[in-house]
């Protein structure tokens, strides 16, 4: 029920002034400097001194002291006391940087993905930040694209638990309370799916594939109580999601119930013209209103074509009406016209940023989200004695915070090199090339370097090697055709191959690259994206066995780009290759297995878990079981992955899907019994056509082990 104030508000305001407050501005129209990078092309805006005073909500203003004083100045200059809106991009944390949510996602340990978004919400609000432009749910399949370090990976159900948990740490209970800020998740709908990985690019998705793979996370992200959610650039069925009605009425308000505050995108209002969906601004605004958006973020377009649309009979103002009334109800929600301040507060704010306990929450993340994927003779964990080489452009950056960093400083990250020696102070570490990022894109020549750094490590047998990309190649509209190191980068690696080092590489990037080479030529591979604040403490952890590797792949890795999509839950195909040796009219390739180089859900650990014994443990309830031994003499943690198939139904189904995942600690030889419940939500599915998930009698298989290409299995034919 909107309350009476509410109300009154709306009948006293002017249709402009409606429009003002559904319009979105970074901080440079206010009178401000941007705190931080622009996130989008900044065009011209037709809008006057007056309009400022009634603008509804301001994007990316990082400043507790700037905030407290815009918000004053705009209550004392709009006339009817509305407070403005903060909206920031706080993707995986705001001071204290937590690792990309790609790599949280790939720690598949939902409280360490809650703890990371608890500290940033707690950070945000003493920073004045009323609500976060995150999670971000887009399922990702094509790591061309920049953007899938900002996404939960490839699968529909780790991404669905990923942004529930993050949901729950960004907003608790009631985002209005305390160290709470409010979330706008993102990018209805399909965004991850663009053409080629070229971010910004065509989507072209059947509805069922919409509603299967790339739906449901958004819905959970719903179900979570997100408060508000952002529309996608791309267009959806040839109609951009900024002016879908099918989505945002029918899906989002109608199927989903949503009832929270629909944002565009920076300038997609203004960008449906670019689409060829409408001749002019008015024209985006009017099918804007129509869709159900409420927000119109960085265009002026509602500003100054609502009066006309409405005059014209071309837009209806009860319908725009609905829209300022779930804008200042966002805001009585929050408590912003109890307290226009919230929890900003200076002082606090520099007593929490980066504080011990949030450094400490950083390192234990980061050190989860590590992924071993290669470690051939025991080569890890390290020896804290003796002498070792490093060798890259990571060895001793501190650039490592990867897309998104928010306020994030270069001078607080702990390099690698930093971490091995706090670590081991008693290593003796010969580093040699460990500078200049450059050297992570093609151009150069470092052979005087190699030849540098081959006679300085020639006393150590193992080489540490800290290679990756550019980490400014990562993150919004930094889409790449060549997912391979740098041939400078590739050169080094080469070098130190041939001079018969043992060679350790660690991987920085924000996406899956093209290791095949990195592989054959290394004894170990860790992939360590881009961790944040606490990197080169969390890698110190994991290589020498301080912390034992629980991370698993939420993305798969592409032996080249020629493979791309390569997922794990792909349809069979009518001609399944049976073994890489077949290629008779099979689907394959000539020059590459089908199989990724590393696929979903693999991951490494010191110790070794084994399976037996999967069986329909109780047929009543449904529940299978499954035994986990842990057959080394190092305690780990082991991902217990549970996958299902539905071998025969009315449409395709996938040869495996994730359904369930659960997290146990096993001590060195130490045996335990996982179990599943098998749930009818669980073995639904969307059917041709429809909005209702079906169950469909037949056999199943049942799987569970380590990852998507490590499972035993059983069949039983359920109904
Ligand atoms: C950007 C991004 C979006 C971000 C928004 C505000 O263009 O697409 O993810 O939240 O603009 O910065």
Redesign the pocket.
Known sequence: MTKPFILDLVKRMSLREKAAQLTQLTPLYFGLDDDVD???PLGEKKLNAEDIKHIGSV??VYDAAKFMKLQRKHLQENPYGIPLLN???V?HGLRTIFPIPLAMACSWDMEAVRQSAVVAARESAYMGIHIT??P?GDVVRDPRWG?VM?SPGEDTHLGSRFVEQMIAGYQGDDPRQPERVGV?F??LAG?GAAEGGRDYNTVDLSRGVLREYHLPIYYAAVCAGAVMA?T??NTIERVPATVNRWLLRDVLRGEWGFDGVVVS????VDEVIAHGVAADGREAAAKSVAAGLDIE??STHYLNELDKLVAANQADEARIDESVIRVLELKDNLGLFDNPYKDCDPIKSEEVNLCPTHRQAAREVARKSIVLLKNDDGVLPLSKRGTIGLVGPFAESTKVLGG?WALGQEEEWVSLNEGLRKAAPRLEILAAMTGELARTRNGGDVADEVAYALYKLHPCDTVLVAVGEHPEDTG?ACSKTSLQLSSNQRKLIQALSEAGKKIITIIFSGRPLELAEVHARSHAVVQAWFLGNESGNALADVLFGDYNPSGRLAMSFPRSVGQIPVYYNRLNTGRPQKSEADHDFVSCYLDSANAPLYPFGYGLSYARFEYSGLKLADEQSLTVAVQVENISDVDGIETVQWYIRDIAASVSRPVKELKHFEQVSLSAGEKKTLHMKLTNEMLAFYPETGSEKAFEQGLFEIMAGSHSESLTSITIFLK
């Open positions: 622009v996130t989008g994007l990316g909206m920031c991009d993707t432009y995150s971000m953007r900002e706008c993102k990018h965004y952002m996608s650039f995108d920076f300038n997609a973020m960085m998104w919004e």
